[in-house]
């Protein structure tokens, strides 16, 4: 496998209000390589946010935050940058793409021009190979007549085509890894499609990194190579998309997926409830996070965080955090 | 005459139904000649991608929002002068449930007092009743009592809707409208609320209409959908048959972008992409409103608009391609 062009090591991230202060990551890893897609996959608040783009310096406004591990983009340590070279490695290096595409564009300010001066800026165009550049993105990424949406302002494109203008704004600086936050959260199920659909070729075409960061399982399952599922500030499990979809072993990964109605089998698959909510993580408990809402606890759940284990080998590991199943399902465990 | 029984009068059935709004941009046509009956004891989805006018329709129903043209009634009376001469009876017979159940709650009464209120608006019981209510009512959607003495901000998104459903049931009403009610939630949540809907519906035995963009929640509970296109309907029908044949090449599209969580269903699946988003419902085409998107449009779909008909699945859809012999497939 390729090298990873991001990196993180046993992530901490504390972020403290006046009020509270809430362990939003708890020694979490990932990494991800040119031409794969990594899904990071949780509910509000389980830190999946926090998790990918904190260690890029961005994080929620008006917190402070305490940021422990190691982040690496191709080889280098991001943690010790100064702001400003964080903020470059954010405009060329990392493309980001949110759930809603004005908190990427300047509503002041003419789509293409926009698209131009992140490509003479990072991608070293002339002004002139700029806005050819940025021309043939926006055609690039689906929008129609790109000459004429070149000259138009954010506020004349519909939600999709704005998604895609956004996509088009983060594939500019030509970055290597494209993270994409929610992407298709806002959108309509045809739009959606159509979105997926566009990520999904942009990363075959330039071999770069996704990272994929969702709570819409039927997105991962379009889009993922591999996928963590992440609770509380925790991963619960992680491996491709196969294992992870097809054979969870985690509850927690076990119970999302069992939520989740299949559209596609042929009968009803029903939606099974997960009881109680995600706990409140400025009062955690030692133990599992899960430990409260779990079908299978045992009393060591409430006392003992539970540490990844590996129960399936291959070209990426099956690891999953709760010794309960894999004892009580005689799994064999790699480690 | 006497020995013919009359038939049950439907729950709901809208006529020729117009909400159009003028904003400084044009007139929106939101809602655009719409025709729905839903039979008592039905649970209802109505689906469609946003702009396509489901949840006006739903409110233009209860008279949330004034209807341009038409008419709607409701349990056989016309909805518009029942609300005239009978408010509260009405209230009582119709309840609407929101998308955001924090911002349909007053943020300074606890649950308790929420759930009180309609109670004591239309006098119903003593203290003691109304307390035994309560606990009722808490018991119907699942709640502790512990939950009466907070107040809204406190609960969960998932407690909150199911405030805010108890709250709509303190009436004992027939006809439960709901808006979104998922939306809002988390996904490990939100199979909890779906459960709770299709128990209360079996154990109360109510109409229950449901606005949702959820494909795959609508085909676990709703008997009966309606796919709206464009302030229009698309199609419309009992919601397996409609969803394993469907007539008209949108619900197709709609269907078709529905992904599996099983990437291995998921990776060989051919897909539609229709290219484009939805028009403006400022100014819709002429013709079929799908015609701009459709994969198999014919010349006479940009003139003439098509009405409902019967299709295969002996439901209707609004398709010229689209007839009880046959169908278009994209």
Known sequence: ???????????????????????????????????????????SGSGKTVMT????????????????????????????????ELSALRGGFFGVIFQDPMSALNPMLKIGPQLASQAQKYAGLSAEAARKEAVSLLARSGIPDPEDRYDRYPHELSGGMLQRAMIALALAARPRVLIADEPTTALDATVQAQILALIRTIQKEDGIAVVLITHDIGAVSVLADRVIVLYAGQIAEEG????????????????????????????????????????????????????????MVQATCHSHRPRLQTVGLGDVPHRVACPVVIAAEGIVTHD | MTDVKQADPPAIEAQGLKVHFQTAAGLVRAVDGVDLTIPKGAFHGIVGESGCGKTT??????????????????????????????????????????QDPLGSMSRRQTVGQTLEEPLLIHSIGNASERKQRLAELLDLVALPATVLDRIPRSLSGGQRQRVSIARALALNPSLLICDEPLSALDVSVRAQIVNLF?????????????????????????????????????????????????????????????????????????????????????????????????PVVEPQCRVTEPQLRPVAHSGQAACHLAAAESHAVI
């Open chain 2, 57 to 98: 329709l739903a409110r233009a129903i209860i008279g949330l929002q004034h209807a341009t043209e038409g008419t709607v009634q409701i349990n056989g009376r016309d909805r518009a002068d029942w609300q005239k001469q009978d408010r509260k009876g009405f209230a009582r017979a119709v309840q609407f449930i929101f």
């Open chain 1, 53 to 84: 783009l904190g260690p890029l310096g961005l994080m929620p406004e008006g917190v402070a935050v305490d940021l422990r591990g190691t982040a690496r983009a191709d080889g280098r340590d991001i943690l010790t940058l100064s702001p400003s």
């Open chain 2, 198 to 294: 299709a128990r209360l519906q079996a154990q109360l035995g109510l109409t229950i209409v449901i606005v949702a963009h959820d494909l795959a929640i609508v085909r676990e509970v709703c008997s009966e959908v309606t796919v709206m296109y464009l302030g229009r309907v698309a199609e419309q029908g009992v919601t397996k048959p409609v969803f394993a044949d469907p007539a008209h090449p949108y619900t197709q599209a709609l269907l078709s972008a529905v992904p599996s969580p099983d990437p291995r269903i998921e990776a060989p699946r051919p897909r539609i992409l229709l290219a484009g988003d939805p028009p403006s419902p400022r100014n819709p085409p002429p013709g079929c409103r799908f015609s701009t998107r459709c």
């Open chain 1, 240 to 295: 491709t998309a196969i294992q992870v979809l097809t054979a969870p072993v985690h509850p927690y990964t076990r119970g999302l997926l069992a939520s989740v109605p299949d559209f596609r089998s042929e009968s009803a698959t029903g939606t099974k409830e997960i009881p109680g909510i995600p706990p409140n993580q400025a009062q955690l408990m030692p133990g599992c996070r899960f430990a409260d809402r779990c079908d």
């Open chain 1, 1 to 43: 496998m390729n090298a990873p062009v991001y990196a993180v090591e046993n992530l901490v991230i504390d972020l403290y209000t006046p009020s509270v202060s809430v362990r939003a990551v708890d020694g979490a890893s990932f990494h991800v390589s040119p031409g794969e897609t990594l899904a990071i996959v949780g509910e």
